[in-house]
T-cell receptor, first 116, second 112 residues
C-alpha cells in the first residue's frame, strides 16, 4: 500500500485565490513527521512546511499552512493568495519513527498551475 | 548560509563509464541522504548516513552503486559501470537531527 497518496495529478488556480493540495498518509507509527516540498521547473526541491504527529496546532509558514487531520490521516497544503511563481510540482512526504532522522517517503506529486 | 552543494549539475556519459556524483552538506548537519528521481518511480531513497556512517543502503539498486562519506563535509555516489537505466536526477539532502531535510539542486544524469 502506498504510504503517501496525492490524488490530484494537476490543479489550476486563479492568481490571488487560495488553493488546497490534498495528501493522505498511511502509518502505524505514533511518531512521524509530514512535509511539503515544492519543485519548480528548474528542478530543485524546496522545503515548505513541516507538521509533527504530536503537534496540536496546524503548521503555518507565511502563505503556506498545513491542514492536519490526524484521525483522517490527511495533511493538506493550503496556499493562500496564489502567485504566478507558485506554479510548480508539490510533493507531500512522510518520515516515520524517532529519534533522529529517517528517510522521507514521497507521494507522486501534484502539478499546480497558477493562471493570471 | 550555503545550502547543500551538488556537482556536477549535469552529466552526460556513455554506457559502461564510471560516474561520480558529489555532495557537500550544510555545515553542522549530521544526516546525509541520497535520493533518485525518475518519472516511473518518483523520488526514492538510495542510502543515508548519520555522522558519516551508512545507516541504510537498502535502496541502492545493485552492486554497481556505491556511496561514501569520508568526512562530515563530503559524500560521493559512484556508479560503475553505468547503464542507460541509471539516467535520473540524483539529489543529496542533509539535516540536523530530526529537522527538515534540505536538498541540493540535484545532478541530472544521462547515460547514452
Amino acid at each position: 500500500a502506498q504510504k503517501i497518496t496525492q490524488t490530484q495529478p494537476g490543479m489550476f488556480v486563479q492568481e490571488k485565490e487560495a488553493v488546497t493540495l490534498d495528501c493522505t498518509y498511511d502509518t502505524s507509527d505514533q511518531s512521524y513527521g509530514l512535509f511539503w516540498y515544492k519543485q519548480p521547473s528548474s528542478g530543485e526541491m524546496i522545503f515548505l512546511i513541516y507538521q509533527g504527529s504530536y503537534d496540536e496546532q496546524n503548521a503555518t509558514e507565511g502563505r503556506y499552512s498545513l491542514n492536519f487531520q490526524k484521525a483522517r490521516k490527511s495533511a493538506n497544503l493550503v496556499i493562500s493568495a496564489s502567485q504566478l511563481g507558485d506554479s510548480a510540482m508539490y510533493f507531500c512526504a512522510m518520515r516515520e519513527g524517532s529519534p533522529g532522522n529517517t528517510p522521507l517517503v514521497f507521494g507522486k506529486g501534484t502539478r499546480l498551475s497558477v493562471i493570471a | 548560509d550555503a545550502g547543500v552543494i551538488q556537482s556536477p549539475r549535469h552529466e552526460v556519459t556513455e554506457m559502461g563509464q564510471e560516474v561520480t556524483l558529489r555532495c557537500k552538506p550544510i555545515s553542522g548537519h549530521d544526516y546525509l541522504f541520497w535520493y533518485r528521481q525518475t518519472m516511473m518511480r518518483g523520488l526514492e531513497l538510495l542510502i543515508y548516513f548519520n555522522n558519516n556512517v551508512p545507516i541504510d543502503d537498502s535502496g541502492m539498486p545493485e552492486d554497481r552503486f556505491s556511496a561514501k562519506m569520508p568526512n562530515a563535509s563530503f559524500s560521493t555516489l559512484k556508479i560503475q559501470p553505468s547503464e542507460p537505466r541509471d539516467s535520473a536526477v540524483y539529489f543529496c539532502a542533509s539535516s540536523l537531527g530530526p529537522g527538515p531535510q534540505h536538498f541540493g539542486d540535484g545532478t541530472r544524469l544521462s547515460i547514452l
